[in-house]
C-alpha cells in the first residue's frame, strides 16, 4: 500500500431476492490490527454471489474495488464480474429529484432524511464515513476497555448497515413514484 491508500475494513449488503421481501442483511467488520483486505474481499464475494444488480451510491465503491483486484490479482476476474453488476444510484437521484431538504447536496446524509425522514443519520454514535475511519482505528489499536470497544463495533455496524438500507428504502421509494420527477415544495 502507499500513503493514502484507502484501507477497506467493513461492508455491508441488505440483499432482496424479490420486490417487496424484506431485505437480507450481512456485514463484516474488521477487529483485530491484521490486514483486513483478504477477509475483507473474500467475504464480500461470498456475499454477493455471482447474480443480481448491486446499487451503489457513487464510484467510491467501484474505485476500491479496483483496488482489491489490484492487491490480490486471484480475486479480479469475481471483482471484475461484482463491478459490471453495480448500478449507481447517485445520478439517478442528481437528474430526477429535487427536495429544498437536499440544501444542494445530493450527499446520501443529505437525501435519506428528505426522501425517507423516518431515517436519519443523527444521533448515531458513529455517523460519517470519516469518523468511521477513526472509530475503526481506536477499535483496532488496543487499549479500550471491553464495554468501550463493544460500543465502537455495534456504532460501525450500526452506521454501515444504515448506509445500505438507505439504498434499499431510496430504491423501494423512487419505484413507487409514478413520475419522473420528485418535487417536493
Not at 22 to 32: G, N, Q, R, S, T
Amino acid at each position: 500500500m502507499r500513503p493514502y491508500d484507502h484501507l477497506p475494513f467493513q461492508w455491508s449488503v441488505h440483499v432482496l431476492r424479490r420486490p417487496g421481501a424484506e431485505p437480507e442483511h450481512y456485514e463484516f467488520l474488521a477487529i483485530d490490527g491484521g490486514d483486513p483486505r483478504r477477509e475483507f474481499i473474500s467475504s464480500l464475494c461470498a456475499a454477493l454471489g455471482e447474480r443480481g444488480t448491486i446499487v451503489v451510491y457513487s464510484s467510491f465503491e467501484s474505485q476500491r474495488l479496483s483496488e482489491l483486484a489490484s492487491w490480490f490479482p486471484e480475486f479480479a476476474d469475481r471483482i471484475t464480474a461484482i463491478q459490471a453488476r453495480l448500478f449507481d444510484l447517485l445520478p439517478v437521484v442528481r437528474e430526477h429529484t429535487y427536495h429544498p431538504a437536499y440544501a444542494g447536496s445530493y450527499s446520501i446524509k443529505s437525501v435519506l432524511p428528505a426522501l425517507v425522514p423516518e431515517m436519519t443519520y443523527d444521533g448515531m454514535a458513529v455517523s460519517n464515513g470519516q469518523y468511521a475511519g477513526l472509530a475503526w482505528e481506536s477499535l483496532v489499536r488496543g487499549g479500550l476497555d471491553c464495554d468501550e470497544r463493544d460500543k465502537i463495533r455495534k456504532g460501525l455496524l450500526e452506521y454501515c448497515r444504515q448506509d445500505t438500507l438507505a439504498l434499499v428504502k431510496i430504491v423501494t421509494m423512487l419505484r413507487s413514484i409514478s413520475t419522473g420527477l420528485i418535487r417536493c415544495d
